[in-house]
């Protein structure tokens, strides 16, 4: 019977006769785990490295960069060579347009619906155009487009559309000198034959004195618009009520919000003639 001799301990091999298992290289296994982890590297940095070719390529905003690219590893040697001016941005060296907000043609229906915000002085007879500058020496009667036979009249200190006869005293009832704005100089201001003003009040149109204060002369002052319907006649809002503008409701003139209605836009469009008296 061979005798049964104990293993002796592995730390010291040598001194009690038992050779080390020499089938194997020591630390192989570490040897392999470098050698995969180094392959798994390169192979991401490989694939980072295209990725950001190919997104800077099609304009990729920098936001849109994977964050892979900018994680490491702890412990791992890079493997992408470093750029001579330091760390390199997204997208390359590459010149990109700065973004610009596009605007589309707003349909002819759009175009139409509602008039200009900015005074015109074009000539008339173009579509859409506001009615020429009339000489100062004379006076401007505004005659209504769906009722052309009437005319704005002062009639118990409120402004009314009538008709207007041969008399002199009706006939200067429906004249207005056309001044320069008295709150906006571009805009318009109507001074009648007394020297006072054609001003809103409760939105509605009358004749008052000038008393020097910023309301009466924002009350007082009216903006052209060329009126999209109707071929020379404009629409006059009011400085102070953006939105609001000058039509005739049952025949009386008052400010009114602006409305997309066939009926609204022919009691709010005025044609500026030579004055009647």
């Known amino acids: 019977m061979p005798e049964n001799k104990s293993r002796p301990p592995q730390d010291r091999p040598w001194e009690s006769g038992w050779a080390p298992d020499t089938t194997r290289a020591p ?3 570490r040897l392999w785990l470098a050698g995969a982890l180094a392959v798994a590297t390169i192979a991401a940095c490989a694939t980072s490295i295209a990725v950001l070719d190919s997104r800077s390529e099609q304009g990729a905003p920098p936001s849109a960069v994977p964050t892979a690219v900018h994680t490491t590893v702890p412990g791992l040697i890079s493997f992408a060579s470093p750029s001579k001016a330091g760390t390199p941005k997204p997208g390359g060296t590459k010149d990109r347009p700065s973004p610009s907000p596009t605007t589309s043609e707003p349909s002819a229906r759009e175009t139409s619906a509602k008039p200009s915000t900015a005074p015109t002085t074009s000539p008339a007879g173009e579509r859409g155009s506001a009615s020429p500058q009339l000489p100062s020496t004379t006076g401007t009667s505004l005659r209504s487009v769906n009722y052309p036979d009437r005319y704005w009249h002062l009639r118990d200190g409120y402004v009314r559309l009538d008709r207007i006869g041969s008399g002199t005293e009706q006939r200067e009832d429906a004249t207005f000198h056309r001044v320069r704005g008295l709150a906006d100089s571009s805009c318009y201001s109507f001074v009648t034959a007394d020297g006072r003003y054609l001003r809103h009040r409760n939105f509605v149109l009358l004749r008052d004195s000038d008393d020097g204060s910023p309301l009466f002369r924002q009350d007082a002052t009216f ?10 006649a404009v629409m006059l809002e009011s400085v102070n009520y953006r939105g609001r503008f000058l039509r005739h409701q049952n025949f009386q003139l008052r400010l009114d919000p602006y409305q997309n209605t066939a009926l609204y836009q022919a009691d709010s469009a005025f044609r500026m003639v030579p004055g009647l008296g």
Not at 223 to 232: E, L, Q, T, V
């Open 27 to 29: 630390g192989t296994r």
């Open 223 to 232: 903006c052209p618009r060329p009126s999209p319907f109707h071929s020379g």
